[in-house]
């Protein structure tokens, strides 16, 4: 049966360890359940802050969520987390437009989010994936262009003869993904200079894609 109900993904990225509180916390307020990646720094220290982190390992946690849902969700786990002070995390949530396999969630009044409100700054999701060891080379070209911080994501395959796809590229341990949530303004200068610089456009060399984001918690 179709829905008409509408989702988003919450995006939240903590310290190593913090993981399984946020799933916690998220379930406790209705949200069915989530995936934590890890990520990882790299040498370069100066590239490794992300939104100026000072810690190497992050935990990213993926959830969807009815919309109405994911704000309430996410800005208690801002709360109660504390990502109104600095290194303790961020989370972000994006338009979902098909949402399958998580059953049926109870209706829920759309209270207002007070997230930092897209009317006054907009943001996107900058994802990159490049060959494993160039994530750094992603990190430096953006921080050149303006963005303030990433993480690197390192993405297996789930065995050692197979790989996951993701848009027909596949990913395996010698893949990096590098997300960067950078100012609406600012996004097509750093987009860019990634695909100019290390020449995303021949075959094998990797891919940018952008997302548009919603609402932001714990960004300073």
Not at 118 to 121: D, G, H, Q, R
């Given at each position: 049966m179709e829905s008409n109900e509408i989702?988003?993904?919450i995006c939240v990225i903590v310290n190593y360890g913090v993981g399984g509180k946020v799933l916690k916390i998220a379930k406790k307020n209705g949200v069915r359940g989530g995936t934590v990646f890890y990520g990882t720094g790299t040498a370069k220290s100066k590239v490794l802050k992300f939104f100026e982190f000072a810690e190497q390992k992050k935990e990213i946690v993926v959830m969807v969520a009815p919309?109405?849902?994911s704000c309430e969700a996410t800005e208690?786990?801002?709360r109660d987390l504390k990502f109104d002070k600095?290194?303790?995390g961020i989370a972000f949530t994006i338009n979902v437009p098909v949402f399958l396999g998580g059953g049926n969630y109870e209706y829920i009044k759309n209270n207002k989010c007070r997230g930092e409100d897209?009317?006054?700054?907009k943001?996107?999701?900058i994802f990159t994936i490049v060959d494993k060891g160039k994530g750094e080379d992603v990190m430096d070209i953006a921080t050149?262009?303006?963005?303030?911080?990433g993480t690197i994501i390192n993405a297996r395959g789930s065995g050692i003869h197979e790989t996951t796809k993701l848009f027909n590229m596949e990913i395996n341990p010698e893949k990096e993904i590098v997300l960067i949530l950078?100012?609406?303004q600012i996004t097509k200068d750093i987009a860019t200079a990634i695909r100019d610089k290390l020449k995303i456009d021949q075959p094998g060399n990797g891919i940018i894609f952008i997302l548009d984001v919603n609402k932001t918690f714990g960004i300073a």
């Open positions: 989702y988003e993904l919309k109405a849902l208690i786990i801002s600095p290194n303790h897209m009317a006054e700054k943001y996107n999701s050149e262009s303006g963005a303030k911080g950078s100012e609406q």
